[in-house]
């Protein structure tokens, strides 16, 4: 069964940075796009960022470009959302998840959608202070 664990959130001040990791079992991370969603309180699941399976493809909300890195670690099994000058804003449980095997979601424009991954983790808790 493929699993998603996510690590690195915590309570960081407004401007710091965080790097967020997925660690992804039973499968191999370059063989299914991987996406970060995140979750504020009251509000709807939003799509933060993705990588495709080729790694060849990235794409970011509005709300991060320019302040989010997402990059993959094959030899790790690992994808990793790497997120500067973090604002209160931010403040919200990060998830990542997978797809099925190669499927390609992960276009460079556009929205990234829940409903195309199948494959959730349990999310880690970011919470920025002003």
């Known amino acids: 069964q493929l699993q998603l664990v996510e690590s690195g959130g915590g309570l960081v001040q407004f401007g710091s940075s965080l790097r967020l990791s997925c660690v992804v079992s039973?499968?191999?991370?370059?063989?299914?796009?991987i996406g970060w969603f995140r979750r504020a309180p009251g509000k709807e699941y939003e799509g933060v960022s993705c990588i495709s399976s080729s790694g060849g493809s990235t794409n970011y909300a509005d709300s991060v470009k320019g302040r989010a890195t997402i990059s993959r670690d094959n030899a790790k099994n690992t994808v990793y959302l790497q997120m500067n000058s973090l604002k209160p804003e931010d403040t919200a449980v990060y998830y990542c998840?997978?797809?099925?095997?190669?499927?390609?979601?992960?276009?460079?424009?556009?929205?990234?959608?829940?409903?195309?991954?199948?494959?959730w983790g349990q999310g880690t808790q970011v919470t920025v202070s002003s």
């Open positions: 039973n499968t191999a991370v370059d063989s299914r796009t």
């Open positions: 998840a997978a797809t099925e095997l190669y499927s390609n979601v992960c276009r460079t424009a556009g929205p990234i959608l829940l409903n195309q991954y199948d494959y």
